[in-house]
Structures are given as C-alpha cells and as structure tokens.
C-alpha cells in the first residue's frame, strides 16, 4: 500500500500587495473618486516592516515562482493567505475602513476564487474597533476566511479591553485571532526608543510578541473568550521558554491580583497560543530540541513557508531537529487545533483521519 503523503496546512503565505489601481474596481463611485483625485495610485502603500528589495522580504529560492507555483513547491494542500497592506496606516479612518474592506474583496475574487487551495484572513485595523467589528461581520459569511488578522504593533497592547469587541466577534464566528509581525509605527518597537535600523527593528519584533502574549493572558482574554485562539505569525519561538517560565513564577506571587488566571499562566495558553513555525531561530537541531523541551512539546508550532520572505534556504522549511513522530501534528494537525473553520472542513477531517489511522 503506497504511503499518504502527509497533510501540509501553511500557517503563513503572503499573498502579492494589491496596488490602488488593483482596489479600484472595488471601491463605489466616491470613493474612486476620493482615491483617484488625491492621487493614491502614484503610492506604494507598502508596510515599511518589509522594504520590497531587502534580502529578507525576498527569499531568493522563491524568484520567478507565483502563487499556485510555491503551493506544488512545498506540496501545501492549504495555505491560509495574507496580503499585509499599507492601507493600515492611514490616518483618515473613513478612508482606511474602505480600502481595508476593498483589500478583503480583493483577495476573495482574484485569489480565493482562483486558487482552491488558499484560505483567507479578514484584515483589520486595531485604532478602529467600530469598523473592524463591521468588517468581521460582513465577510464571516465566508467561510473561506479563517481568521481575523491585526499588526503586531498597534498604539494599545492586544489584551486591552477596547479590543475585545473584536474578539468577542471572532469567537462568535469561529475565527481564529491572528497577529502577525508588523506595525503601524505610531509608537516606537522598544520601549528604550527608536531604532535606526531594520535590523534592530526586526529583532525586537520577538520582544514585541512577548508583551502581547503576556497582555493576553494577563489581562484575562482567554478567560473572558474560552473559545478565542490566538495565533503568532512570523514572531519566532525561540523565546517562548523565558516568558513562560517568567508567567508561570510570576503568577505564584500575584494571584489575588487577577483572580481570573485560575491556574498557571502555561496550562491557560494550552492549546489556545499557536506559533508558526518560520522564523526558526535555534542555530541547530541540538538548540531546537531543548526549546522544545522547555516549552513542552511540540503542540503550539504550525507549519509554515513565509512566502515569500527569506526565513530559510533550500526546498524544506521544517528546521532539523524536530522529532519524527510530531511531524504529523506540526504539518497540519495543529493547525486544525487552531483553526475551527479548517477542522470544520469535511475534506481535511477527512484527509487528517485517514493520516491518524496510518501513523
């Protein structure tokens, strides 16, 4: 009997930037209007987060592969997309709600309609609850999208209430919660102050990342939405022993405080925190293996390619050093964990029985 090639769920794919003049089509006649005369086609509108020509947003060993070319590549059955747009940052809020809900469109008729094997996020912006919650409810009909995407760096920590509005919507529709590396540039990356560089800038992102999930657990999200996951896009893990055992000890000394934390901070992020597993940092397998060991096993990592940024060489994007018998779960199976509208689907419950029957 030939053996199944194992299920592969790519937590991380970037879809090609829409320009303005891709959005138009899009947008009602007053809004064409507004864009066109303020002249927005002549802008880039890129995140500054990825300089198109940097070697890091550009992984040379995906030149000249598009889309459904990088899916046969890693041989991904699913890939849920983003398409992180620089329409974010404007100040305008009408404006940016129009060309956010413009950029959603966007990718569900030229991409998702396209490209069967591609999941989609619904893109919000986090200075703007009224409107992201607006935008959750148009698009949740959809079952295509599966999760709710917010920046990494926003002007408020994610545990605040105010953005509970939108979590309490992404739990009503089986969303997960997204946050991917990134930001608006409101506020400096460290608290120390700006950086100069995109080197320092990057590198903090992991700090950035640490402060969200301890906000979350924190501030009581997971209590308040016991069906909320939250997913980390592109932040690394090699960080993860140090916050959690900092949580975990810190909590023994302050529980009154927050009397929802009922247990240890690490039994609360149980199967509810998932990471994507590009970036690796561990310089080798040795290195990954005990970070696997202090956080407990393999259980929070999703399998990904960060197409098509440079996160690793070659034509594999699982790092050496992972163990044999979690491949299984780090290809796919954590994400359907992760991802209810995906466990939902008949044809990948299907598809992870029958791998669950022949491991």
Known sequence: MPTRTPLRIDADFHLPQASIDDLLPYLDEFWRGQVVDRELPSMPFRLTSYPPNSPLTKNPDFEGLDVSAALDKFGTDVAIASM???????HNPDMRAVLMSAVNDYVAKEWLDREPRLRGSIYVSGEDIAASVA????????????????????????GNRQYWPIYEACEKHGLTLAVHAGGLYRLPPSVSGWPSYQFEDYVMQSM???????????EGVFHKFPDLNVVLLESGFAWLPTIIW?????????????????????????????????????PGPEELKQIIKHIGGTDMLLYSTDYPHRQFSGSDPLPAGLPEEALPDILSGNALKAYPRLAAEPALREAAAILEETT
């Open 246 to 282: 900092r949580n975990d000890k810190t909590w023994r000394g302050v529980r009154p405080e927050v009397p929802w934390l009922d247990r240890k901070p690490s039994e609360i992020m149980a199967g509810r925190v998932f990471l994507s597993l590009q970036p690796s940092d561990p």
């Open 84 to 90: 992180l747009h620089g329409a974010v940052a404007l």
């Open 208 to 218: 950035v990342f640490e402060n969200i999930l301890t906000a979350l657990v924190g």
């Open 135 to 158: 935008e959750i409810e148009r698009l949740a009909g959809d079952k295509r999208f599966v999760q709710v995407l917010l920046l990494a760096m926003q002007e408020i920590h994610h």
